[in-house]
């Protein structure tokens, strides 16, 4: 009888405790989010600088013959998420532009293909501008899947309310944050084609995003949907140096430069934390493939490589 009273007065004073720490600060005060007691596997398959290549390239005898096409990328992706649970697939931008599919259909045939696909969310391309600003809500509309982007100030533009920041998804009770960032417009799109979009920092922008993605949204792991570009010699801003330069984002997939990488590379962020990015080429020829391994009382443990699309 004594250990039942005393283990029910240490359950009521952490219950007293619980809650003056909840009406005091519980914004302040909130504890870091643990992991599900179990391990949890996360799959996240992307694709980036796809250019409107439907199509697989001909069997002309080059280096890219025969590989590609969004028939053959839709059953690798039904295969993995056969094999593993919990699968997202996203795309870095530049969905647009490159094969007559655009020139005649202005992307929509992309759109629709990426809506069979499944594709969880796409961050904007500067490539994705080319047919006007009214034809890329035309075909973003068109999508079940949220374009993401978090730099553009769409106010007073045919864009405006049609993207998001960020979105959240939770996968078997992980939390995965996904917010995008795009690349400045001026010099590279044509002023008539952007119109009056305006480009924000993408290292501050970048920041604050990813601190609200971790800290108020709680999420275990935080990615980048990045068209910034894998690494320059001059002064742009890229992945790079995002990353160098970031806090809370763990995960940058990136686009625009059209690098391909067998495997993620690492980057070191101000508090010496290790951020991974990745690319994969072009033109759809490659999937890539990270997979995310969160376990309770450790660090998530990542994995990734390069798929061909064949």
Do not use: W
Not at 12 to 21: N, R, S
Not at 265 to 271: M, W
């Amino acid at each position: 009888m004594d250990a039942l009273q005393s283990n029910r007065r240490q359950f009521l004073k952490l219950l007293g405790t619980t809650a003056v720490i909840g009406s005091v600060a519980p914004d302040a005060l909130a504890l870091p989010r643990l992991f599900p007691p179990k391990k949890t596997q996360v799959t996240i398959l992307h694709t980036n600088d796809v250019h409107s290549r439907l199509d697989p390239f001909p069997m002309d005898g080059g280096r890219n013959a025969g590989k590609g096409g969004v028939a053959r990328r839709m059953s690798l992706i039904e295969r993995i998420r056969q094999e593993q649970k919990n699968v997202l697939l996203f795309d870095a931008g530049d969905l647009f532009q490159g094969t007559p599919y655009f020139n005649i259909y202005k992307g929509e045939p992309e759109v629709l293909a990426m809506n069979r696909m499944g594709y969880d969310a796409s961050t904007i391309g500067n490539h994705d501008f080319d047919a006007g600003m009214d034809n890329m809500r035309t075909q973003f509309r068109k999508a079940n899947f949220p374009f993401l982007i978090a730099n553009y100030d769409f106010k007073d533009t045919a864009m405006e309310g049609q993207t998001q920041r960020y979105k959240v998804f939770t996968k078997d009770g992980v939390k995965v944050g996904v917010f995008g960032l795009g690349i400045a417009l001026d010099g590279l799109v044509p002023k008539s084609l952007y119109e009056e979009t305006r480009y924000l920092d993408p290292i501050e922008v970048g920041n604050n995003v990813a601190a609200i993605l971790k800290n108020n949204e709680v999420c275990d792991y935080v990615i980048c949907l990045s068209h910034l570009g894998f690494k320059y010699q001059g002064p742009e801003v890229s992945d790079h140096v995002l990353a160098a330069q970031s806090n809370d984002i763990d995960l940058i997939i990136g686009g625009h430069t059209h690098t391909f990488l067998e495997a993620p590379v690492s980057v070191q962020n101000q508090n010496g934390k290790p951020v991974l990015i990745n690319q994969v080429g072009f033109a759809g020829i490659y999937l890539g493939r990270i997979d995310l391994t969160f376990e309770r009382g450790k660090d998530a443990q990542a994995s990734g490589q390069a798929v061909t699309v064949k």
